[in-house]
């Protein structure tokens, strides 16, 4: 079993739909969660990290299960703009900064 | 410029070749990370250096790989006897230490082995 796991997509959703990925993750000492976007042929780019009370960025969601052990994101309103492979990334353990990624999930927003 | 550079941006190397991949991380970051990424797939741990020590090569697929970072600035990662899958996108990113911090990464150095 893979350490950080996502559903790969691909999630096609119309613009100003409302879409939720999953991550779910295998280290139950993990303590930092992250959420990046990579556009295609680029590097990936820290959207948002995730606290253990959830936490919001404009229309962007981003919450915690530790109990379940994943993390969420939740995108409203979506743009065409938003398009964009979607990486969580978490931390391998207590101090540890390295930092483990899922496959991706890849989003495409449709007009 | 004042983000992560890595070069070259495109490699091709026929198989057997050796290369050498070069990132310049943010100026005063501690921490240096290198990952590959195969398309499709999310990027994959390597190798960590805090400063000049290496801290961390659990990722290094095997001892054709090696990495270095001698005065805790600017790091290489050297393939030698390239392989076919060896190709693939290295990412360096680089950090301020913690663990709560952002990384920051570079374009990638997208290797083609022939």
């Known amino acids: 079993r893979k350490e950080v796991e996502q559903d790969p997509g691909p999630f096609n959703v119309p613009e100003g739909a409302t879409v939720a990925f999953n991550c779910t993750y295998s280290?139950?000492?993990?303590?930092?969660f992250f959420w990046y976007r990579q556009d295609c042929r680029k590097e990936p780019k820290l959207l948002m990290s995730v606290y253990s009370s959830g936490n919001e960025d404009g229309r962007f969601t981003a919450q915690l299960n530790r109990a379940s052990q994943y993390i969420s994101l939740l995108i409203r309103d979506s743009k065409l703009s938003d398009s964009a492979t979607y990486l969580c990334a978490v931390n391998k353990g207590w101090g540890a900064q390295k930092l483990v990624f899922g496959q991706g999930t890849r989003l495409t927003i449709n007009p | 410029g004042a983000g992560v550079s890595q070069s070259p941006r495109y490699k091709v190397a026929k198989r057997g070749q050796d290369v050498a991949l070069r990132c310049d991380p943010i100026?005063?970051?501690?921490?240096l990370f290198w990952y590959q990424q195969a398309l499709g797939q999310g990027p994959e741990f390597l190798t960590y250096f805090q400063n000049e020590a290496q801290l961390d090569k659990s990722g290094l697929p095997s001892d054709r790989f090696f990495a270095e970072r001698p005065e805790g600035s600017v790091s290489t990662l050297k393939i030698q006897r390239t392989q076919q899958e060896d190709s693939a996108v290295y990412l360096c990113?680089?950090?301020?230490?913690?663990?709560?911090?952002?990384?920051?990464f570079g374009e990638g150095s997208r290797l083609t082995v022939l």
């Open positions: 100026s005063g970051h501690v921490s």
């Open positions: 990113a680089s950090g301020l230490a913690g663990d709560h911090g952002e990384l920051f």
């Open positions: 280290n139950s000492a993990s303590q930092s």
